[in-house]
């Protein structure tokens, strides 16, 4: 009887191992509900999403701190924030230009003449109103960006019609007091900030 067991366990392969994937599964008890094991199915997805989500918020960082110190002005340009100029160097009359931030800056000396016609201008005659008290802090001294403001060329002090500037890229004029008065330029010369810390000194910016 015992032969015939062994000759029928022989050729039903009775005795083949069969594998055990019980570690490979979700679950590791095949015996259990899914829903008891959710905490440690979810685990390494969770762990996954993390490091993802913190190595992008480093990147973001990086880029953000790179594209700022991109964008700051640069040591010669925060050097020229601020300009100082003697205004004795400076005649009657005369224009003086400096370089600021990059852009040339229009220091004009006017005279008693100048300075009434400028005031005697009819505002409501202008391309861009403004009355010259408007653009002056000093009656004396003009202090305009000297870039034209048709297509930024720089103008020519004490020329044109006006006796101001004149533009020689597309012909527009300007009056002593940097306004706006004949050709394509659509508004005044730029003002920049500026005040007189003592009565012969000028700071621009």
Same mark, same amino acid.
């Given at each position: ?6 000759? %029928? ?6 005795? %083949? ?25 979810h685990l390494i997805p969770y762990m ?51 370089? !600021? ?6 220091? +004009? ?5 100048? %300075? ?24 004396? !001294? ?19 019609? !006006? ?18 008065? +004949? ?23």
């Amino acid at each position: 009887m015992s032969f015939l067991r062994r000759i %029928i366990s022989r050729f039903a392969h009775t005795d %083949i191992r069969v594998p055990d994937f019980t570690p490979y599964r979700r679950t590791p008890n095949p015996c259990s509900r899914s829903s008891e094991s959710v905490p440690e199915r979810h685990l390494i997805p969770y762990m996954v999403t993390g490091t993802a989500v913190t190595v992008s918020l480093y990147a973001a960082k990086a880029e953000a701190l790179r594209y700022v110190q991109f964008m700051a002005a640069s040591a010669d340009v925060l050097a020229l924030a601020k300009i100082e100029i003697k205004l004795a160097d400076i005649p009657e009359g005369k224009n003086a230009t400096f370089k !600021w931030r990059g852009k040339p800056l229009f220091i +004009k000396h006017r005279t008693p003449e100048e %300075i009434a016609t400028e005031r005697d201008v009819d505002v409501a005659t202008l391309r861009d109103p403004e009355h010259d008290s408007d653009r002056v802090k000093d009656p004396t !001294w003009l202090v305009v960006i000297g870039v034209c403001t048709h297509l930024g060329c720089v103008p020519i002090a004490n020329a044109g019609d !006006w006796g101001g500037y004149y533009c020689p890229c597309h012909g527009s004029h300007y009056d002593s007091s940097g306004r706006i008065r +004949k050709g394509p330029a659509p508004t005044n010369l730029e003002v920049p900030e500026y005040h007189f810390p003592d009565e012969g000194t000028l700071v621009v910016g």
